[in-house]
């Protein structure tokens, strides 16, 4: 079964991306642009089918795929962005992803930021942010527990999504900044910290047996490739500073899936 993963070009107006928590500064979209593309050479390495959704240069956000949707093994579900000028991104990813899954939208009055949900075994972690709420949290648990997950909600504060503060790097592992998001929620997982100073060191995309992982983040990524090792996960690093202007990370890059 073939593995995929969406992306979508970075866009010329990503200048006037959102920003919530870091203040804005240039960004060289072809430095971005190029970065994005070894991003895309990661995935392929690592066994991924890149399908680019078609580019949306109205949208400044559009190449943070992730935030448009959650692709479960059985379905995926499509969010209702919290930031409205992000809204008209999931039409075409719901789109894109319709050949795969059966879709189920997040209606108004809920709001849901792909970014917010981690989906770990049959946990599907759901951060309740500025981009996510109640209603939103509550239309994702019905689409989801009937298929056996259960729905944990998190507070987030003082980072952008929930996977900001958390990601998984392998069966049953996470990484975690502890400024964020306090390890508490994830009893029975083994929670590792990030290296102190290396704030937002805690997104990593894991695919499989390999963990795509940020170049500027080197304390963390020595931790994680020693307590790794043991389970045959390795990191791939990429550079990913320009979008992290944009307040994104490796996960907000792409939905992978297996087709
Ligand atoms: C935003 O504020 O929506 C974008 N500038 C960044 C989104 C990053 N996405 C993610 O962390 N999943």
Request: overall charge negative; proline content about 6%; hydrophobic content about 45%.
């Amino acid at each position: 079964m073939p593995r995929i993963a969406l992306t979508r070009e970075v866009s010329d107006a990503i200048a006037r991306c959102e920003l919530t928590h870091i203040a804005r500064q240039p960004i060289d979209v072809r430095r971005a642009r190029a970065q994005h593309a070894e991003y895309e050479a990661a995935l392929r390495e690592l066994g991924c089918r890149v399908e680019r959704v078609p580019a949306a240069p109205e949208f400044p956000d559009a190449v943070f795929v992730e935030d448009a949707a959650i692709v479960f093994s059985e379905l995926a579900v499509i969010a209702r962005p919290g930031a409205s000028s992000r809204r008209g991104e999931t039409e075409s990813v719901a789109r894109a992803l319709s050949a795969y899954r059966r879709v189920v939208p997040i209606r108004e009055p809920g709001t849901l930021d792909g970014g917010d949900v981690l989906v770990a075994g049959r946990t599907a972690f759901v951060g309740r942010s500025t981009r996510t709420n109640d209603a939103g949290i509550e239309q994702l648990r019905r689409a989801v527990s009937p298929l056996g997950y259960t729905v944990v909600p998190i507070p987030v504060t003082g980072c952008l999504h929930l996977k900001s503060a958390v990601t998984e790097v392998a069966d049953g592992v996470l990484v975690f900044q502890p400024d964020w998001v306090a390890a508490d929620f994830f009893r029975g997982f083994e929670a590792i910290p990030v290296a102190a100073g290396e704030l937002y060191g805690a997104n990593a995309l894991r695919i499989g047996d390999r963990v795509i992982y940020p170049a500027g983040f080197p304390k963390t990524a020595e931790q994680l490739a020693e307590r790794l090792a043991d389970r045959a996960v390795s990191l791939r690093l990429v550079e990913a500073d320009e979008l992290a202007k944009a307040e994104g990370a490796v996960t907000c890059c792409s939905l992978v899936f297996d087709a």
